[in-house]
């Protein structure tokens, strides 16, 4: 059973950044993609940046050249650096892996971008 906690969200003005965090319980970032979600009110969720085991990036096309999503194995942690954030980035953001056979989600952290 591997659990994931993500941190970082908050409240943020227009243009502002903030970096999220995911940690999990157990070494499977080095291995497994990780990737992180996010779902705005009214909407379905959405794929924000995807990172594989060997480095590899994925973004939305929404979120490119702003977001950058980044591992360090040592600490069990992804992050996703989030800059020059506007309102429509507003939503719970959500990490998630998927460690064969199942799919593992945390409990999401909240995002707001308002002035």
């Known amino acids: 059973q591997v659990q994931l906690v993500e941190s970082g969200g908050g409240l943020v003005q227009p243009g502002g950044s903030l970096r999220l965090s995911c940690a999990a319980s157990e070494s499977i970032f080095s291995i497994y993609p990780i990737a992180w979600y996010r779902q705005a009110p009214g909407k379905q969720r959405e794929l924000v940046a995807g990172?594989?085991?060997?480095?590899?990036?994925n973004y939305a096309d929404s979120v490119k050249g702003r977001f950058t999503i980044s591992r360090d194995n040592a600490k069990n942690t992804v992050y996703l650096q989030m800059n020059s954030l506007n309102p429509e980035d507003t939503g719970a953001y959500y990490c998630?892996?998927?460690?064969?056979?199942?799919?593992?989600w945390g409990r999401g952290t909240q995002v707001t971008v308002s002035s």
């Open positions: 998630y892996a998927f460690v064969p056979p199942h799919d593992y």
């Open positions: 990172i594989t085991s060997g480095g590899s990036t």
